[in-house]
């Protein structure tokens, strides 16, 4: 046996050739295949090709150049087992001792647009994973690099190699990491050409974004992750202009906030508690959906999330300045809003953009499990409207009870949501029966309720919702249908002279 030898296979050249100059330092014979010996050999570097080891042509353009027993057995052979080492030395194979491999760019592939299959099918690579994966299972005796960011604490350890082995246990795990979410995303994708929306198995893979202080709590731990091709009006996208790191909670609040501003194409402002509105409101000027947002509950805005559909300029700036908030989000803000909001250290800042994208799959774990549901984005193009009532909605009640019914779907059930005049004035939110929710709502409005409209997530049992919404001064309803007690709300809303619409749609959020 001569010089340890490194096989070095890169799509990724970030870095590769300093790195390669180091292992030769180090006394590192280096193989290498394509593109990569081109790179290296270009910087001056003596490099073994792939073929003399093999003894055999890169063939098929390149699919088939390491898929060989000199590569795979150099890699697998147990260098304390004598009966591996007579087989090499039997056969005449050298051993393999460090692996440098990244893949085909099938992600940044797929990623384009327009991308076509056969190009997204050349950029699945068999080879590398291969390799990755055989001197990842003999990391006793073989180092294994897939990140670039690592050539460096290899180098470290080649040098002093006293906790090596530790460290090739560590980058092993990286590499079956690495090829498991490089495995699920070729697998998605062709499940996806394959129109099998739910298939037998799933596989989901993401991307760590940041380590949390906590998680809901501070005897939680906590990470946030993103997935690999995350929309771009999303929270994992958003630009953080000042302020400190995002918590647990701060991440959740502020993804309901930007879903539910997400839902207006009109100036829109959006207060968030604890995942649920507090205050919305839409207007001709931002100023107007931001004040109609604010007075819709003064109280529970403090310490809030506040989401905008447009830039948030100086005069809303002045404005959210004079409360404590935890966030406000917003696709740009002026360089004056900046100046203002800047003084408030505690404030987090977020600048993403805001748009509705296309649907996503919604993921919800429990014990031992996990749920997958498309994302409500029932819109209201698509709605059947069903005036049920003898008393037409009128023009205002119209327009408030379509404002109230694209809020409404993201307060958690039971769920009653009273609205006038563009904004939001009552909500009641996660309760255990509907009139409960309803006379939550109500009794935060006050008197504003008079002449407001409710709508609800999902039908009315039995008429009491219509009777508290009477009580209110209530003149407008909206809600799915679909109770077989329907007739009794129908009934008790025309003795009231209230008008009701059925929509056919629920929206129970939980």
């Not at 193989?31 to 003894?55: D, Q, R, W, Y």
């Not at 490089?182 to 298939?199: C, G, I, M, R, W």
């Not at 779907?409 to 929710?437: D, F, P, W, Y």
Request: glycine share 6%.
């Amino acid at each position: 046996m001569g010089n340890k030898r490194a096989l070095i296979s890169v799509s990724n050249k970030t870095g590769v050739i300093n790195f390669a100059k180091q292992l030769t330092e180090l006394g590192y014979d280096v193989i290498s295949t394509g593109g990569t010996k081109k790179a290296l050999e270009e910087a001056g570097l003596n490099v073994i090709s792939i073929s003399e080891i093999t003894h055999f042509p890169e063939i098929l353009d390149g699919r088939v150049k390491t898929l060989h027993p000199n590569v795979h057995a150099g890699l697998l052979a147990k260098r304390d087992d004598n009966h591996h080492m007579a087989a090499l030395k039997e056969q005449a194979i050298e051993t393999i001792d460090l692996v440098v491999v990244n893949l085909y760019p099938f992600k940044e592939t797929i990623a384009q647009e327009g991308v076509s299959f056969e190009d997204a099918i050349e950029n699945i690579d068999i080879g590398g994973p291969a390799m990755l994966r055989a001197a990842a299972k003999n990391h006793q005796d073989v180092t294994v690099v897939v990140d670039p960011a690592d050539y460096g604490t290899v180098v470290d350890h080649l040098k002093d190699s006293s906790s090596l082995k530790e460290l090739n246990r560590k980058l092993a795990a990286k590499v079956y990491r690495h090829t498991a979410q490089y495995d699920a995303l070729v697998a998605n994708y062709l499940t996806e050409e394959a129109e099998e929306k739910f298939p037998e198995t799933k596989t989901v893979t993401y991307e760590r974004q940041q380590t949390l202080r906590y998680g809901e709590n501070p005897h939680q731990s906590a990470a946030f992750y993103k997935h690999p091709f995350a929309e771009n009006s999303s929270l994992v996208n958003a630009k953080q202009l000042h302020g400190k790191e995002l918590s647990y909670n701060n991440i959740q609040d502020a993804d309901s906030a930007l879903t539910i501003v997400k839902e207006f194409e009109e100036p829109a402002a959006v207060a968030v508690k604890h995942t649920n509105p507090c205050g919305v409101g839409i207007g001709h000027t931002l100023k107007e959906a931001y004040d109609r947002a604010y007075n819709a509950d003064p109280v529970s805005i403090f310490g809030g999330i506040v989401a905008f559909n447009r830039e948030v300029d100086e005069v809303v700036a002045q404005d959210l300045s004079q409360i404590f908030l935890e966030i406000v989000i917003a696709p740009s803000f002026t360089e004056e809003a900046l100046n203002i909001l800047t003084q408030k250290k505690n404030i987090r800042l977020l600048e993403v953009p805001v748009d509705q994208g296309e649907p996503q799959e919604k993921l919800s774990t429990v014990s031992g499990g996990l749920l997958i549901q498309d994302e409500d984005r029932y819109v209201e193009s698509e709605m059947q409207y069903d005036v049920v009532t003898d008393r037409e909605p009128s023009d205002e009640e119209w327009t408030n009870m379509k404002f109230a019914w694209k809020v409404m779907k993201h307060v958690k059930s039971n769920a009653i949501l009273l609205a006038t005049e563009k904004q939001t004035i009552g909500v009641g939110a996660g309760q255990m029966n509907r009139v409960g929710a309803a006379n939550i709502a109500i009794e935060q409005a006050g008197e504003k309720a008079k002449g407001a409209v409710m709508a609800s997530d999902a039908f009315f049992p039995m008429d009491d919702t219509v009777e508290a919404a009477h009580q209110a001064g209530i003149r407008a309803i909206i809600q799915p249908g679909g109770s077989k007690r329907d007739a009794d709300s129908i009934k008790k809303c025309n003795e009231y002279g209230i008008a009701m619409v059925f929509t056919g749609v629920r929206h129970f959020k939980h």
